[in-house]
Every structure is written in C-alpha cells, then in structure tokens.
C-alpha cells in the first residue's frame, strides 16, 4: 500500500513538474483547451437563456374559445372540465360577456367614438374560454377538441375560435420557431464539445510524439504502462482545470462589458439581463461543470493518445 502511495505522489509530481517544464507546450494545448470551454459554457449560457426566451413567448400564446350566447352554465362547465383533463393544457380561464366588456372599454379608454359605439350597440362581445398550452409546439390534443361537432356547436357562429385563420399561422410559425432554436442549443453544445476534444486530442497526441524518446527510455528500463501514462494523464488534467478557470473568467469579463458598455437589455432573441443573471446565480454549478469538463476532456484525450502511442511502440 505503501509502495501504491508512492508511486502515485511520483506520478503526480512528474505531472506537474511536465506540465511547468513544457511551458511552449502548455500554452498551446491550455489555449485550444480555453477556447473549447469558453464557446461550450457560452452555448449553455446562451441555450439557457433562449429557453427562457421561448418559455415567455410560449407564456404569452393562448387560445381562446368564443361561445355563442345560447349555450348554458352546464355545457360550458363540461367543456371547460374537459379542457383541464388534457395533458397539452396548462390553465383554462373563462371571460364572461361582461368582463369581455369591461376589457374591451379598458383597452380602448382612450377612443371615445369606440366606447360610445359600444355603448349604443349594448354588449355584442362573446363569452369566451381562454386556454394556455402547455407548449405551444404540441397541441394536438387541444386541436382535436376544438375540431369535435360537439365543441363546435358551442363556438360563436362569427368568431369561433382564436386558433384559425393569420392567428392560427402565428402560433405555427412561433411553436415550429421554439423547436428549432431548442434543437440548435443542444446540437450546438454537443458539436463543440465534439470538436473540442478531436482538437485536444491531436495536440496531446503531438505532444506525446514529441516526447516518444522519454517514453521509450522508460518502457526501457521496465516502467508499467500506467507509470508512463500517468504523467501525461495528470498533465492533462492540469490543463483542463488550468483552461476551466480562465475560461469561467472570460465569459465573467464578457458579462461585465456587456452590462457595462452595450447598455442594452436584450441583443435579438438573447437577454442579456437574463443571461448575466443566470451565469451569476449559477455561477458555482458553471463552474463545477467546467472544472469537471476540463478534466474528463483532458484524461480522457490523454488516455487514449497514449494508448494509442503505447500500442505502436510495442508491436
């Protein structure tokens, strides 16, 4: 056990003494290893925060049921029942005629000849029933609803239903929208974190071959496959921590001139003010996750360089 402890405190030390001795070295591989984890943690900053984009667009869309004036207090109660029952609907809402007058007079407070027009004309709006959907990109089962004899017979002959027509585009339009930029948030961290390690990979992989001399002499002289990997290994993940906590810096700094000198609270879809304060309330986990990343990307790099290496020296 004793022999164990100091062979592993040899493998650390050489690590560390590799990583200082190879400055040229480890300046190259910590960079390309920095701008691996500066694009990754920015993509999950950025993906958080389009979702959070998306969450209050999709909070904003609701379809809203316009009943005629004949139907009763129980066909309205079942369908509003039968509307809570799906899986797709998040709340259900009803609006008397009178409320829908009292909103409309609200809204256009300012438009005297509207609010007189109303007046003469009595209360002409329609009681109506507004859903909100869980997510505006599966309402299929909502569809279904609206689309039953049964629940068409209980819509206003003139407005039936908001889901139709240049409306019912919209909501397309804006659900198809909300599924694309989720797919690109998830394949865009996956792609760099891809991209990221087939870089580090063939910089360790040159690294090592610079080094084949030193390894050979070892192998020489009986050293186990793990004795020569070791070193590499623990070089390796000094780069990743090394590369995470400057990585976590840059994207720190970027936060602060954003704040600072854009004054700006939203770049197109990206909020800024979001963005800033997630990465901020988030900031241990981010930067967990990054320690973490820097570490597996570099031992596992590693491992498989020099196993790669090792298998070609002792065929």
Same mark, same amino acid.
């Given at each position: 056990?004793?022999?164990?402890?100091?062979?592993?405190?040899?493998?650390?030390?050489?690590?560390?003494?590799?990583? @200082?001795?190879?400055?040229?070295?480890?300046?190259?591989?910590? *960079?390309?290893?920095?701008?691996?984890?500066?694009?990754?943690?920015?993509?999950?900053?950025?993906?958080?925060?389009?979702?959070?984009?998306?969450?209050?667009? *999709?909070?904003?869309?609701?379809?809203?049921?316009?009943?005629?004036?004949?139907?009763?207090?129980?066909?309205?109660?079942?369908? $509003?029942?039968?509307?809570?029952?799906?899986?797709?609907?998040?709340?259900?809402?009803?609006?008397?005629?009178?409320?829908?007058?009292?909103?409309?007079?609200?809204?256009?407070?300012?438009?005297?000849?509207?609010?007189?027009?109303?007046?003469?004309?009595?209360?002409?709006?329609?009681?109506?029933?507004?859903?909100?959907?869980?997510?505006?990109?599966?309402?299929?089962?909502?569809?279904?609803?609206?689309?039953?004899?049964?629940?068409?017979?209980?819509?206003?002959?003139?407005?039936?239903?908001?889901?139709?027509?240049?409306?019912? *585009?919209?909501?397309?339009?804006? *659900?198809?929208?909300?599924?694309?930029?989720?797919?690109?948030?998830?394949?865009?961290? $996956?792609?760099?974190?891809?991209?990221? @390690?087939?870089?580090?990979?063939?910089?360790?992989? @040159?690294?090592?071959?610079?080094?084949?001399?030193?390894?050979?002499? @070892?192998?020489?002289?009986?050293?186990?496959?793990?004795?020569?990997?070791?070193?590499?290994?623990?070089?390796?993940?000094?780069?990743?921590?090394?590369?995470?906590?400057?990585?976590?810096?840059?994207?720190?700094?970027?936060?602060?001139?954003?704040?600072?000198?854009?004054?700006?609270?939203?770049?197109?879809?990206?909020?800024?003010?979001?963005?800033?304060?997630?990465?901020?309330?988030?900031?241990?986990?981010?930067?967990?996750?990054?320690?973490?990343?820097?570490?597996?990307?570099?031992?596992?790099?590693?491992? $498989?360089?020099?196993?790669?290496?090792?298998?070609?020296?002792?065929?």
């Amino acid at each position: 056990m004793k022999r164990k402890i100091i062979t592993f405190r040899r493998i650390i030390s050489a690590g560390a003494i590799s990583f @200082m001795r190879n400055a040229s070295l480890a300046v190259a591989a910590v *960079a390309v290893m920095v701008v691996t984890l500066t694009i990754v943690l920015f993509s999950i900053v950025t993906s958080a925060t389009l979702n959070h984009t998306i969450s209050q667009i *999709a909070d904003k869309i609701n379809i809203s049921i316009y009943l005629n004036d004949n139907v009763t207090n129980d066909q309205r109660t079942a369908l $509003i029942g039968n509307l809570r029952q799906l899986r797709q609907v998040k709340s259900v809402e009803y609006i008397s005629k009178d409320q829908a007058l009292a909103e409309y007079k609200a809204a256009n407070a300012n438009n005297k000849d509207l609010l007189q027009a109303i007046n003469e004309t009595g209360n002409p709006l329609p009681a109506s029933i507004q859903v909100t959907p869980v997510d505006p990109s599966h309402i299929s089962q909502i569809q279904s609803l609206l689309n039953h004899p049964l629940t068409q017979a209980l819509e206003d002959p003139q407005a039936g239903t908001s889901y139709s027509g240049d409306r019912k *585009a919209a909501i397309d339009k804006i *659900a198809h929208a909300t599924n694309v930029l989720k797919q690109i948030g998830i394949a865009g961290v $996956i792609l760099f974190t891809l991209v990221s @390690m087939l870089i580090i990979f063939n910089t360790l992989q @040159m690294a090592i071959f610079n080094r084949r001399d030193e390894i050979t002499i @070892m192998r020489l002289l009986g050293a186990t496959t793990w004795y020569i990997r070791g070193p590499f290994v623990v070089e390796s993940i000094i780069y990743g921590i090394v590369s995470a906590l400057i990585s976590v810096t840059i994207i720190d700094l970027l936060f602060v001139v954003a704040s600072s000198t854009l004054q700006a609270s939203s770049l197109g879809l990206l909020d800024i003010g979001y963005a800033n304060n997630y990465f901020y309330n988030n900031f241990l986990i981010l930067l967990t996750v990054q320690l973490l990343a820097g570490i597996v990307i570099g031992a596992v790099s590693s491992i $498989i360089a020099t196993r790669r290496y090792l298998k070609f020296k002792t065929k």
